[in-house]
């Protein structure tokens, strides 16, 4: 490699329990905070004098926010040093948190969700790349499960979090909370996470970057406007149409640039692809459950939002509990055979959440989402894990930076289909939206995560040697 490369100081090596939990809390902050105030946007509009309709581009400004900022978030890491990054992430997120507290009209509020989600965006990415780089390749598993928790947790709380302090204090602390949480992270984080990291003094790509970010938050902003129509579904197909040409145009450009923000050419490495792209499709389905399973209850089974987010929380629980067993699990089983019985039990457990009425057998549907989230944690415990293994250290952060995106993207697709699927199904039964409706959404969401399979099936059988191994795969192409 051209550039000089070289690494901030010495450290040792392997993240350490407590470490792992700080990164942990940082990412469950940032993804708590993206749900929480859903269930809030009818007290936050009446109060600053807007609909909740309009009020929900509060929550497209931060998807958008993500989108921009994640592609840029390796290059940053690898100027500034990672430690250095999660500290001004967690600082931007609370100065955006204290800003959303005393916004007092929809523009501040959305300006403010913006800056929120520019401290956001850089969160996860940075915490995956301090991960990756002091962890052994063989206790990689075990590490990323603590990080794939807060991803699972989060949406989970986000809504019944959010009521409860709604309903018992003001709007106002569910941002306010984060300062003490902010202060707290960076404090830990300048203590206890090795200053390690490397270093690339690579020029930035700014036409890349205005690219990227185009392509990223016009099909985020477009998938956004479609399933949550603050906007005419106009504004959201035009938005989607020019973020496609946008990424084209990126990809073609990237693939001859010699730095560019996310490099294509990563994806020659087989098991990284295939890791990215299971992934993608797994959450097309599962990402979907969040925004499907609250609705379900609470439109078709009638239960209150306190209920609703009960039941749900099981999936929580079920994310947690495989934290305990992630390393066994996978190492008794191998990589492709855990993943496809993770993929498998996640599908069956989604088809049937939707045929288990929570009157009177409301122990048996929350053993059905416990099972859920455990099957969901597997899999993506280990899927990410993997393609961050099969890449060397030098691509860390393009490698991380590119998996954040597949992640926001789908999730954005999937509640922007589920959506669609629901419509579609209520509207050719020509009746409201109904119980039957639901069912038909998640079998599809099923369906869909199902697909994820044809990935795995091409898994190579030395790919278990790349997470026993403690140095990994070198970036060498895995075919």
């Known amino acids: 490699m051209a550039n000089a490369i070289a690494s901030e100081t010495t450290a040792p090596k392997g993240l350490n329990r407590t470490t792992s939990l700080i990164l942990a809390a940082a990412l469950f902050m940032e993804m708590m905070d993206s749900t929480i105030i859903a269930t809030a946007l009818p007290t936050i509009a009446i109060d600053i004098g807007t609909n909740p309709v309009s009020l929900k581009l509060a929550l497209t400004s931060y998807l958008v926010a993500l989108a921009v900022f994640i592609p840029i978030s390796g290059w940053l890491s690898d100027r500034v040093g ?87 204090f003001s709007w106002q602390w569910i941002f306010l909370v984060n300062i003490p949480i902010g202060l707290l992270g960076i404090v830990m984080t300048r203590k206890f996470i090795p200053r390690l990291g490397i270093r690339r003094k690579t020029p930035l790509d700014l036409v890349g970057f205005v690219l990227s970010a185009a392509a990223f938050a016009g099909i985020v902003f477009g998938l956004s406007v479609i399933s949550l129509p603050a906007l005419h579904p106009a504004f959201g197909i035009a938005s989607v149409v020019v973020g496609s040409v946008a990424g084209v145009v990126y990809w073609r450009r990237a693939r001859g640039h010699p730095t560019p923000i996310l490099n294509p050419k990563i994806f020659s490495n087989g098991l990284f692809f295939r890791s990215i792209g299971g992934g993608f499709v797994f959450r097309l389905g599962v990402g979907a459950t969040p925004f499907l399973l609250p609705l379900l209850l609470q439109v078709g089974y009638g239960l209150s939002p306190v209920q609703s987010g009960l039941t749900t929380f099981a999936g929580a629980i079920g994310a947690i509990a495989f934290k305990f067993v992630a390393q066994r699990f996978y190492r008794t089983l191998g990589l492709k055979f855990g993943l ?125 040697q790349i997470l026993s191994s403690k140095d990994g795969a070198k970036g060498e192409p895995v075919e």
């Open 340 to 464: 496809i019985l993770a993929v498998a039990g996640a599908i069956c457990a989604l088809s049937a959440s939707g045929f288990i009425t929570p009157h009177g057998t409301a122990w048996l549907l929350v053993a059905v989402l416990f099972v859920a989230g455990l099957c969901r944690s597997a899999f993506f415990t280990v899927a990410t894990a993997m393609a961050l293994s099969a890449v060397s250290d030098e691509e860390t952060g393009q490698a991380s930076a590119i998996v954040s995106v597949a992640q926001n993207i789908s999730i954005a697709l999937a509640v922007a289909v589920a959506g669609s699927v629901l419509q579609a199904s209520s509207y050719l039964r020509g009746a409201e939206l109904g119980l039957f409706d639901f069912r038909v959404a998640l079998l599809f969401a099923a369906a869909v995560s199902g697909c994820a399979i044809l990935f795995l099936i091409a898994i190579p059988a030395h790919a278990n």
């Open 82 to 168: 990672a430690r250095n990054l999660l500290s001004l992430a967690i600082l931007v997120f609370m100065i955006g948190s204290v800003a959303c507290a005393f916004s007092d009209s929809l523009g501040s509020f959305v300006l403010s969700r913006f800056l929120q989600g520019m401290g956001g965006s850089m969160m996860t990415p940075v915490a995956r790349i301090l991960l990756v780089r002091n962890t052994p390749r063989d206790q990689l598993v075990s590490a990323m499960a603590w990080l794939a928790v807060p991803a699972l947790m989060g949406p989970m709380m986000g809504p019944p979090v959010g009521g409860f302090i709604t309903t018992y």
